[in-house]
């Protein structure tokens, strides 16, 4: 078996979903960078790129909230990972289980787990 090549592309970063191993339960997308991947298969927990902080972060370190590997998928076009995770906590920063709490129209339908401001102060 061949490992695949994951192609970065120009900016050096792929989105990577992050999905509940158990559940199925989509919580997150975040951006990996070459060295984020290789920290994740190293360690076991999910680490990410911060596009808006231009730094490597691990998922958890500042909120206890991470992230432990079970898998990682890429897809088709090697553009694309899926992170299977065991989520400890809420994935999302505003203190809610999955980033996709809620519903274009305004409804939430996410469960809230965590004060955010008491998490982020």
Known sequence: MDEIAVDFGEDGLVPAVAQDADTGEVLMLAYVSSEALERTRETGRAHYYSRSREELW???????????????????????????????????????????????????????VFDPDAVYE
């Open 58 to 112: 691990e998922k958890g370190a500042t909120s206890g909230h991470t992230q432990a590997v079970a898998e990682i998928r890429v897809d088709c076009d090697a553009d694309t990972l899926l992170y299977l995770v065991d989520q400890e906590g809420g994935a999302c920063h505003t203190g809610h289980r999955s980033c996709f709490y809620r519903t274009v129209e305004g409804e939430r339908v996410g469960e809230q």
